[in-house]
Protein backbone atom coordinates (compact mmCIF):
# COMPACT_ATOMS: atom_id res chain seq x y z
CA UNK A 1 0.00 0.00 0.00
CA UNK A 2 2.84 2.53 1.11
CA UNK A 3 4.22 2.43 -3.01
CA UNK A 4 1.29 4.53 -4.06
CA UNK A 5 1.77 7.06 -0.99
CA UNK A 6 2.68 9.98 -2.40
CA UNK A 7 5.52 12.04 -1.18
CA UNK A 8 3.85 14.16 1.50
CA UNK A 9 1.80 11.17 2.54
CA UNK A 10 4.88 8.72 3.29
CA UNK A 11 6.29 11.95 5.16
CA UNK A 12 3.69 12.47 7.43
CA UNK A 13 3.98 8.58 8.03
CA UNK A 14 7.70 8.98 9.20
CA UNK A 15 6.98 12.00 10.57
CA UNK A 16 4.04 10.26 13.03
CA UNK A 17 7.00 8.10 14.02
CA UNK A 18 8.36 11.68 14.99
CA UNK A 19 6.04 12.75 16.76
CA UNK A 20 5.31 9.72 18.73
CA UNK A 21 9.38 9.99 20.09
CA UNK A 22 8.66 13.44 21.09
CA UNK A 23 5.83 12.70 23.35
CA UNK A 24 7.50 9.41 24.46
CA UNK A 25 4.90 7.26 23.68
CA UNK A 26 5.55 3.34 22.19
CA UNK A 27 3.50 3.51 19.82
CA UNK A 28 1.84 5.58 16.95
CA UNK A 29 -1.66 6.33 17.09
CA UNK A 30 -4.36 8.53 14.77
CA UNK A 31 -3.08 11.13 16.95
CA UNK A 32 0.50 11.29 16.17
CA UNK A 33 -1.37 10.80 12.09
CA UNK A 34 -3.20 13.79 13.00
CA UNK A 35 0.21 15.90 14.53
CA UNK A 36 2.14 15.03 11.19
CA UNK A 37 -0.34 15.89 9.26
CA UNK A 38 -0.31 19.53 10.64
CA UNK A 39 3.02 20.10 9.93
CA UNK A 40 1.96 20.50 6.50
CA UNK A 41 -1.05 23.32 7.01
CA UNK A 42 -1.75 24.05 3.02
CA UNK A 43 -1.56 20.70 2.09
CA UNK A 44 -4.66 19.49 0.65
CA UNK A 45 -7.31 18.45 3.38
CA UNK A 46 -5.20 19.79 6.21
CA UNK A 47 -5.93 23.13 4.54
CA UNK A 48 -8.98 22.66 5.76
CA UNK A 49 -8.32 21.95 8.94
CA UNK A 50 -6.69 25.17 9.36
CA UNK A 51 -9.20 27.40 7.77
CA UNK A 52 -11.22 25.77 10.93
CA UNK A 53 -8.30 27.20 13.30
CA UNK A 54 -7.15 23.57 14.12
CA UNK A 55 -3.02 24.26 14.13
CA UNK A 56 -0.40 22.27 15.24
CA UNK A 57 -0.32 23.74 18.56
CA UNK A 58 -3.69 23.18 19.42
CA UNK A 59 -3.17 19.75 18.13
CA UNK A 60 -0.16 18.63 20.33
CA UNK A 61 -1.91 20.12 23.25
CA UNK A 62 -5.56 18.11 22.84
CA UNK A 63 -3.36 15.11 22.20
CA UNK A 64 -1.40 15.57 25.41
CA UNK A 65 -4.65 16.42 27.41
CA UNK A 66 -6.45 13.38 26.46
CA UNK A 67 -3.27 11.14 26.89
CA UNK A 68 -3.52 12.93 30.63
CA UNK A 69 -7.21 12.56 31.39
CA UNK A 70 -7.56 9.69 33.38
CA UNK A 71 -3.95 8.39 32.94
CA UNK A 72 -5.33 5.38 31.59
CA UNK A 73 -6.23 6.68 28.46
CA UNK A 74 -4.85 4.59 26.51
CA UNK A 75 -6.12 1.84 27.48
CA UNK A 76 -9.53 3.15 27.01
CA UNK A 77 -12.15 4.36 29.61
CA UNK A 78 -13.86 0.92 29.34
CA UNK A 79 -10.55 -0.82 30.53
CA UNK A 80 -9.49 1.81 33.20
CA UNK A 81 -13.08 1.50 34.72
CA UNK A 82 -13.05 -2.41 34.74
CA UNK A 83 -9.61 -2.38 36.35
CA UNK A 84 -10.85 -0.05 39.07
CA UNK A 85 -13.37 -2.64 39.64
CA UNK A 86 -10.22 -4.65 40.56
CA UNK A 87 -8.97 -2.20 42.67
CA UNK A 88 -6.26 -1.00 40.84
CA UNK A 89 -6.24 2.80 40.33
CA UNK A 90 -4.36 3.77 37.13
CA UNK A 91 -3.49 7.12 38.35
CA UNK A 92 -2.06 5.84 41.57
CA UNK A 93 0.36 3.43 39.73
CA UNK A 94 1.50 6.19 37.83
CA UNK A 95 2.20 8.15 40.46
CA UNK A 96 3.80 5.77 42.59
CA UNK A 97 5.97 5.02 39.28
CA UNK A 98 7.25 8.77 38.71
CA UNK A 99 7.52 9.01 42.58
CA UNK A 100 10.08 5.93 42.86
CA UNK A 101 11.97 6.17 39.43
CA UNK A 102 11.18 9.82 37.86
CA UNK A 103 8.13 11.75 35.68
CA UNK A 104 7.62 9.75 33.04
CA UNK A 105 9.17 6.70 33.64
CA UNK A 106 6.13 4.41 32.30
CA UNK A 107 6.32 6.51 29.06
CA UNK A 108 9.89 5.93 27.87
CA UNK A 109 10.30 3.47 25.12
CA UNK A 110 11.88 -0.09 26.09
CA UNK A 111 15.25 -1.06 24.59
CA UNK A 112 15.52 -4.21 22.71
CA UNK A 113 17.85 -7.34 23.12
CA UNK A 114 20.33 -5.64 25.42
CA UNK A 115 18.10 -4.11 27.48
CA UNK A 116 17.14 -7.26 28.97
CA UNK A 117 18.51 -8.27 32.77
CA UNK A 118 17.83 -9.96 35.11
CA UNK A 119 14.12 -10.62 33.95
CA UNK A 120 13.60 -6.35 33.70
CA UNK A 121 13.75 -4.48 30.77
CA UNK A 122 15.70 -0.71 30.82
CA UNK A 123 14.09 1.93 29.24
CA UNK A 124 15.95 4.56 27.36
CA UNK A 125 16.52 8.01 28.07
CA UNK A 126 13.67 10.30 27.74
CA UNK A 127 13.31 11.66 24.54
CA UNK A 128 16.35 9.84 23.41
CA UNK A 129 14.63 9.04 20.29
CA UNK A 130 15.77 5.82 20.72
CA UNK A 131 16.89 3.54 17.41
CA UNK A 132 13.86 1.01 18.06
CA UNK A 133 10.83 1.21 15.23
CA UNK A 134 7.96 2.01 17.50
CA UNK A 135 4.89 0.01 15.95
CA UNK A 136 1.66 1.39 14.22
CA UNK A 137 -1.47 0.84 16.56
CA UNK A 138 -4.16 -0.83 15.49
CA UNK A 139 -6.48 2.49 15.25
CA UNK A 140 -4.19 4.00 13.16
CA UNK A 141 -3.36 0.68 10.55
CA UNK A 142 -7.18 1.22 10.28
CA UNK A 143 -7.38 4.69 9.20
CA UNK A 144 -4.31 4.42 6.72
CA UNK A 145 -6.40 1.62 5.23
CA UNK A 146 -9.22 3.66 5.20
CA UNK A 147 -7.33 6.25 3.41
CA UNK A 148 -6.61 3.61 0.80
CA UNK A 149 -10.60 3.35 0.50
CA UNK A 150 -10.87 7.49 0.06
CA UNK A 151 -8.39 7.06 -2.54
CA UNK A 152 -10.21 4.49 -4.35
CA UNK A 153 -13.42 5.67 -4.00
CA UNK A 154 -12.75 9.09 -5.24
CA UNK A 155 -11.05 7.44 -8.86
CA UNK A 156 -7.03 9.12 -7.66
CA UNK A 157 -4.25 7.11 -8.83
CA UNK A 158 -2.04 7.76 -5.47
CA UNK A 159 -2.69 8.41 -1.53
CA UNK A 160 -2.00 12.01 -0.36
CA UNK A 161 -2.92 14.04 2.94
CA UNK A 162 -6.28 14.69 1.58
CA UNK A 163 -6.87 10.78 1.84
CA UNK A 164 -5.07 10.41 4.84
CA UNK A 165 -7.19 12.75 6.53
CA UNK A 166 -10.23 12.10 5.05
CA UNK A 167 -9.43 8.16 6.64
CA UNK A 168 -8.92 9.80 10.47
CA UNK A 169 -12.33 11.30 9.91
CA UNK A 170 -13.62 7.86 9.37
CA UNK A 171 -12.13 6.48 12.87
CA UNK A 172 -14.51 5.68 15.52
CA UNK A 173 -12.30 4.61 18.30
CA UNK A 174 -12.38 6.28 21.66
CA UNK A 175 -8.91 7.84 21.74
CA UNK A 176 -9.48 9.57 17.90
CA UNK A 177 -12.99 10.90 18.83
CA UNK A 178 -11.55 12.24 22.21
CA UNK A 179 -8.74 14.45 20.30
CA UNK A 180 -11.42 15.97 18.13
CA UNK A 181 -13.77 16.42 20.46
CA UNK A 182 -10.94 18.43 22.12
CA UNK A 183 -10.23 20.32 19.09
CA UNK A 184 -14.04 21.00 18.79
CA UNK A 185 -13.84 18.50 15.04
CA UNK A 186 -17.11 16.96 14.26
CA UNK A 187 -15.93 14.41 12.03
CA UNK A 188 -18.88 14.25 10.16
CA UNK A 189 -19.21 17.37 9.32
CA UNK A 190 -15.63 17.93 8.53
CA UNK A 191 -15.30 15.42 6.28
CA UNK A 192 -18.10 17.02 4.16
CA UNK A 193 -16.19 20.14 4.17
CA UNK A 194 -12.83 18.63 3.31
CA UNK A 195 -14.53 16.76 0.45
CA UNK A 196 -16.31 20.09 -0.05
CA UNK A 197 -13.06 21.76 -0.85
CA UNK A 198 -11.27 19.50 -2.36
CA UNK A 199 -14.11 19.52 -5.24
CA UNK A 200 -13.99 23.32 -5.22
CA UNK A 201 -9.40 23.14 -5.75
CA UNK A 202 -10.33 20.67 -8.49
Same mark, same amino acid.
Given at each position: ?????????????????? /?????????????????????????? #?? %????????????????????????? #????? /????? %? &???????????????????????????? *????? @??? #??????????? #???? &??? %???? @? @?? =? *??? &??????? @??????????? =??? &??????????????????????? *???????????
Amino acid at each position: MFERFTTDARDVVIGAQQ /EARELRHRWIGTEHVLLALLTTPDAP #GV %ATLTRLGVTQERGREAVVAVAVAGD #GAALG /EEDTE %A &LKAFGIDLGEVRRRAEETFGEGALDAPL *ESGRG @KRF #GVFRRGKQGDG #GPGH &LPF %APRA @K @KA =L *ELS &LREALAR @KDHSIGTQHIL =LGL &LRSDDQQTLAVFDRLGIQPRAVR *EQVLTDLRDAA
